[in-house]
């Protein structure tokens, strides 16, 4: 039997946390722990294992800043999703964010916040079948191919693959330029747009019927998204 993927849920506005708690349990089969306080928080991650800790800023005495010193101090080193207020600005440094720091901002849909749940929860398992769907196409990440029925493996750069990575852990919202430089190139500060939009046209070329009329990976808002319609 496949064992649940152990969830801690922190949140400290009260009806956020229970409605959201409970619309993550009805889409998908998790064992969630929800959690108050931060005291709580460190009580619960001593006591057992925990594969994804989800941290709610409030903008107070919960803010993002405070949260990560938190997480920090507390030395979880597994994956955590901070959900964090649109005005609250960027995380600081590449000091502060890690490959384990995932960021999902406020206002947001529900399946949107599963989808993210669900991108980072197949990262945890590392398994080399986890596909994502992009058109009809699938994206395996971990074999750095797309497959398209019986036809030859499509093969993908590293970097290639970070950017769909990326476009895909966005569900539907687009992701802009910098956040992709940043996220792809690890905050390089050398790597320009220029380079970006060199690599966004070989991933066209290698998806799109016509590269010059992209409908999988389009622009908009300044930025790039997978078009999943």
Same mark, same amino acid.
């Given at each position: 039997?496949?064992?649940?993927?152990?969830?801690?849920?922190?949140?400290?506005?009260?009806?956020?946390?229970?409605?959201?708690?409970?619309?993550?349990?009805?889409?998908?089969?998790?064992?969630?722990? &929800?959690?108050?306080?931060?005291?709580? *928080?460190?009580?619960?991650?001593?006591?057992? /294992?925990?594969?994804?800790?989800?941290?709610?800023?409030?903008?107070?005495?919960?803010?993002?800043?405070?949260?990560?010193?938190?997480? #920090?101090?507390?030395?979880?080193?597994?994956?955590?999703?901070?959900?964090? !207020?649109?005005?609250?600005?960027?995380?600081?440094?590449?000091?502060?964010?890690?490959?384990?720091?995932?960021?999902?901002?406020? /206002?947001?849909?529900?399946?949107?916040?599963?989808?993210?749940?669900?991108?980072?929860?197949?990262?945890?398992?590392?398994?080399?079948?986890?596909?994502?769907?992009?058109? /009809?196409?699938?994206?395996? /990440?971990?074999? #750095? *191919?797309? +497959?398209?029925?019986?036809?030859?493996?499509?093969?993908?750069?590293?970097?290639?693959? !970070?950017?769909? #990575?990326?476009?895909?852990? &966005?569900?539907?919202?687009?992701?802009? $330029? #910098?956040?992709?430089?940043?996220?792809?190139?690890?905050? !390089?500060?050398?790597?320009?747009?220029?380079?970006?939009?060199?690599?966004?046209?070989?991933?066209?070329?290698?998806?799109?019927?016509?590269?010059?009329?992209? $409908?999988?990976?389009?622009?908009?808002?300044?930025?790039? +998204?997978?078009?999943?319609?």
């Amino acid at each position: 039997m496949k064992m649940k993927k152990k969830i801690l849920f922190f949140e400290s506005n009260a009806v956020l946390r229970t409605a959201l708690l409970d619309q993550i349990i009805i889409n998908k089969d998790f064992d969630v722990i &929800q959690s108050n306080s931060l005291e709580d *928080v460190k009580l619960h991650i001593e006591q057992s /294992p925990i594969d994804l800790l989800i941290m709610g800023e409030d903008g107070g005495a919960h803010s993002l800043s405070s949260i990560m010193r938190f997480v #920090k101090e507390i030395h979880f080193k597994n994956k955590i999703l901070f959900i964090k !207020n649109g005005d609250s600005g960027e995380i600081s440094s590449s000091e502060d964010f890690t490959d384990n720091h995932h960021v999902i901002e406020k /206002p947001f849909r529900i399946q949107f916040l599963i989808k993210k749940i669900d991108f980072v929860l197949a990262k945890i398992s590392g398994s080399s079948d986890v596909g994502y769907r992009i058109g /009809p196409f699938v994206f395996f /990440p971990e074999k #750095k *191919v797309i +497959k398209f029925d019986d036809q030859p493996d499509i093969e993908l750069t590293e970097k290639e693959v !970070n950017i769909l #990575k990326c476009l895909l852990s &966005q569900g539907e919202e687009p992701v802009d $330029r #910098k956040t992709l430089l940043k996220q792809v190139w690890n905050y !390089n500060l050398g790597v320009t747009t220029h380079t970006l939009e060199s690599h966004i046209y070989r991933l066209r070329q290698k998806l799109e019927t016509d590269p010059s009329i992209p $409908r999988l990976i389009i622009s908009e808002g300044g930025g790039f +998204k997978i078009n999943q319609t």
